[in-house]
């Protein structure tokens, strides 16, 4: 069975600061990657997938992989109190999640 | 993405019942999941639904608990059985397939239930 650990956190940030958000996994024949938010009372929606080596960019959204290290990483700029929710990586192969973690902007 | 809805959205049910959960989707597809949350926690796949055959449960679910049917590739329905307050918890029901990879996933809105 595959893992997938994430810092529960809860993380808190300011306003206008970074958020990272981060995710290591023990199965390297991992291919897929993608990036959930969910907002309390709501399913999560995808927001991000990653499928290669380095960054992806998607507005305010970054997505880092590095399969040598067996992270990925999401990255928020100019965080925004509607950023506040919690953010569940997933890998592909069997549909599981991590932990996710819990992100509040403070304005 | 495709569109997915659930009914019932919330329910409360007494212990022993059982309560089945139905999930449409507004086109035909492959892949459909059924996840559980309970509160404060990540989502734990409980099986994937296969179209005309039998449901591929995960570890520490089984079928007399949490039968499945997915007669069509549109539709699903999960019961859970002889209900105990330890099932109360948010069912949602998932497709897998976008247009970058077939394993994007894409959710329904959920059904809380509350086991009193």
């Known amino acids: 069975q595959k893992e997938v650990e994430q810092n529960s956190g809860p993380l808190s940030v300011p306003e206008g600061a970074i958020a990272s958000l981060n995710c290591t996994y023990s199965?390297?024949?991992?291919?897929?990657f993608f990036w959930y938010r969910q907002y309390s009372g709501k399913s999560p929606e995808l927001i991000m997938s990653i499928y290669s080596n380095g960054d992806k960019e998607d507005g305010r959204f970054t997505a880092q992989l590095n399969k040598a290290s067996q992270y990925v990483s999401l990255l928020i700029r100019d965080s925004q109190p509607s950023d506040s929710a919690t953010y569940l990586c997933a890998l592909s192969g069997d549909m599981r999640f991590g932990a996710g973690t819990r992100l509040t902007v403070k304005p | 993405s495709a569109v997915i809805s659930q009914k019932p959205s919330r329910d409360i049910c007494q212990r022993g019942t059982s309560l089945t959960i139905q999930c449409q989707v507004d086109s035909q597809v492959t892949m459909m999941f059924w996840y559980r949350q309970q509160p404060g926690q990540s989502l734990t796949l409980i099986a994937t639904?296969?179209?005309?055959?039998?449901?591929?449960?995960e570890s520490g679910f089984v079928i007399d608990k949490f039968p499945i049917s997915r007669p069509n590739l549109t539709f699903s329905t999960l019961t859970v059985s002889n209900m105990s307050p330890e099932d109360s918890s948010i069912y949602l029901c998932?497709?897998?397939?976008?247009?970058?990879?077939?394993?994007?996933?894409?959710f329904g809105p959920g059904t809380r239930l509350t086991v009193t």
């Open positions: 998932s497709v897998a397939g976008g247009p970058r990879s077939a394993e994007e996933q894409y």
């Open positions: 639904a296969n179209q005309g055959s039998e449901a591929t449960y």
């Open positions: 199965d390297r024949g991992s291919q897929s």
